[in-house]
């Protein structure tokens, strides 16, 4: 989700001129996303929890990954 995010900022570098152009509109929206890193970074950093009962769940990304033969 952060390389997400931080590819969406290269974007928005590569369109400058435009959203320099409408200082209205875009300039805001720009800046509450350039603002939005905070609570993306908090949300990462918090443990993965059960929705049931709460219960900390280990990391089970390694068993999503295909097996090699």
Not at 3 to 18: D, E, I, Q, R, S
Not at 39 to 63: F, Q, Y
Request: charged letters at 10%; a positive charge.
């Amino acid at each position: 989700m952060r390389y997400g995010y931080f590819a969406m900022l290269l974007v928005a570098l590569f369109c400058a001129p435009v959203i320099l152009a409408d200082g209205f509109v875009l300039i805001p929206m720009l800046m509450i996303f350039i603002a939005s890193i905070g609570p993306l970074n908090a949300l990462v950093r918090k443990p993965a929890t059960c929705a049931d009962c709460g219960a900390p769940i280990e990391n089970t990304a390694h068993a999503l990954r295909p097996k090699s033969a």
